[in-house]
């Protein structure tokens, strides 16, 4: 029987509840709101991508491990930033039966945990920059409603990057450095996304300004898939992180942090997916390539002779490939590993063995391909097989993004493309915060932020004042 998934376009939600539970990712049924289960297939997926995130941090920044757990009197140090979590925090208040003396917070984001260890650490501008990672689990009482791996209320996958620089100019670009990382590691899994500046009242609590990258859902709403924040001094005021400069004399330090989470996973789930099911790039898929050997009685040995030598090669090659000998249908075996997104099906049969033959699926088009089999090529054959399989999930899943980012001049338009299309709609805009409230409230959407353009003699189509920015805005998750 084939699984019917629903509509991706039209009915996003049931159709990604199915994926999320026929190709094993997670079990959404744990007793609390708002947390789930990792199941193992979901947990292979869930370390590609965290591998995938961390080789690009390596190149210049170190892997740490702070605690959980954060003192009230810490959280509640730096005024805004408190403002912007404590409606969201979760709360440890006794050790047994006893009331603890002071309330703990579960970590919602670890500035409050990293920074007073910073104020230790950091004595002169030779313990600067420091430039750390850690890939956590972190708690917030949404009060949104949640949905698996999209908002959640334990972040299971939450890689937050915290840095401190002597300089504004290193900040600023360490803020650039991230937003490269970002980029690169987007487009190795195939994620679209816009970048921009949040608007002041939706930054960071307690930064300066706030990157955002923002992709287009298949319903058309677009969901917050990773941030980059500048937090300029605020901080290292609050927390005392100072340094003494070449003078003898005191400074505050200047620091920025980003981070991303579970959304990647859905993001890499709704961009690729389809009728079928997952469709996963190479790079995070579990099984790469999934070897299927036809077998018919009298030749099983010659087959699996053959196929027992190809995994072996490509494995000794560093490409994650399973056979599956199990005894059933073949049909039903393809069905399978279509539906879990392994991105390319090998299969073997007498026939193709005797012509030197051997057939490769892939899962983004289904194109099938007869190969010939020389062991000196087959590798680079498979590898560039992947690759382009790699290209045209991202190639696709841009143009669904460019498709659905429309650029128009009068306000009756940005509320009919956002109901008709969804999507992104781009205009001219002044930046200030007064009309960006109102279109908010007038249109039923939100300011994702602003892209600087050139803009002269151009005026805000909402307000009519000078405009200064192309804003972005959408309906969001
Ligand atoms: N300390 C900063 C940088 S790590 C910080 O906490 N930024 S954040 O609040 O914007 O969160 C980082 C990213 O986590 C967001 O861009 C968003 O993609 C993701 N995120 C935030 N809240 C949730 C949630 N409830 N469920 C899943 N992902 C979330
Ligand atoms: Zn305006």
Not at 14 to 21: A, G, T, V
Not at 69 to 98: C, M, N, Q
Not at 126 to 146: A, S
């Amino acid at each position: 029987m084939i699984f019917y998934y629903g509509d991706k376009m039209n009915n996003f939600n049931e159709w990604f509840h199915n994926i999320l539970e026929e190709a094993e990712i997670i079990d959404s049924r744990y007793p609390i709101k708002g947390m789930s289960v990792w199941l193992p297939r979901g947990f292979q997926i869930r370390k590609h991508m965290l591998n995938t995130l961390e080789e690009l941090l390596d190149v210049d920044h170190e892997e740490v491990l702070f605690p959980m757990l954060i003192p009230e009197s810490e959280l509640a140090k730096e005024a805004i930033h408190v403002k912007g979590f404590e409606d969201e925090a979760y709360w440890v208040t006794k050790g047994g039966k006893r009331e603890l003396n002071e309330q703990l917070a579960l970590r919602p984001t670890s500035e409050t945990s990293m920074y007073p260890m910073f104020s230790l650490w950091v004595r002169s501008h030779m313990d600067l920059p420091i430039k750390v990672y850690q890939t956590v689990n972190t708690f917030r009482y949404e009060t949104k409603h949640t949905r698996p791996l999209i908002r959640v209320r334990e972040i299971t996958t939450f890689n937050e990057t915290h840095t401190v620089h002597a300089t504004v100019q290193e900040a600023v670009e360490e803020v650039e450095a991230g937003i490269e990382i970002y980029k690169t590691f987007f487009d190795e899994l195939g994620i679209p996304y816009s970048i921009s500046k949040r608007p002041e009242w939706d930054k960071f609590p307690g930064s300066l300004y706030t990157m955002a990258f923002d992709m287009i859902m298949p319903d058309g709403k677009t969901l917050q898939i990773g941030t980059v924040h500048n937090l300029g001094t605020t901080f290292a005021k609050t927390f005392d992180i100072q340094y003494e400069n070449d003078e003898g004399e005191h400074e505050l330090a200047h620091q920025t942090c980003y981070g991303l989470s579970d959304r990647v996973i859905a993001a890499v789930i709704a961009a690729h997916g389809d009728e079928k099911g997952l469709c996963l790039p190479p790079v995070i898929a579990p099984e790469q390539v999934i070897i299927v050997p036809i077998i018919f009685k009298e030749k099983e040995d010659m087959v699996l002779e053959f196929t027992d030598k190809l995994e072996e090669q490509l494995s000794s090659a560093g490409i994650r490939v399973k056979q599956d000998k199990r005894d059933i249908r073949p049909g039903k075996k393809y069905y399978e590993w279509e539906q879990r997104g392994v991105p390319l099906r090998i299969e073997v049969g007498p026939r193709d063995i005797e012509n030197n033959k051997i057939v490769l699926i892939r899962r983004d088009n289904g194109n099938k391909d007869f190969v010939d089999y020389d062991s000196t090529t087959i590798i680079d054959t498979i590898n560039d097989t992947l690759d382009s399989i790699t290209d045209n999930l991202k190639t696709n899943a841009n143009k669904f993004q460019d498709n659905k980012t429309f650029i128009v001049d009068n306000l009756d338009q940005v509320k009919k493309t956002i109901n008709k299309k969804g999507g992104i709609v781009k205009f001219n805009w002044c930046g200030n915060t007064d009309c960006g409230k109102q279109m908010e409230e007038e249109f039923d959407i939100d300011v994702l932020g602003t892209q600087e353009a050139d803009i002269e003699d151009k005026k805000c189509i909402h307000c009519g004042e000078d405009a200064h920015f192309m804003a972005l805005v959408s309906k969001t998750y």
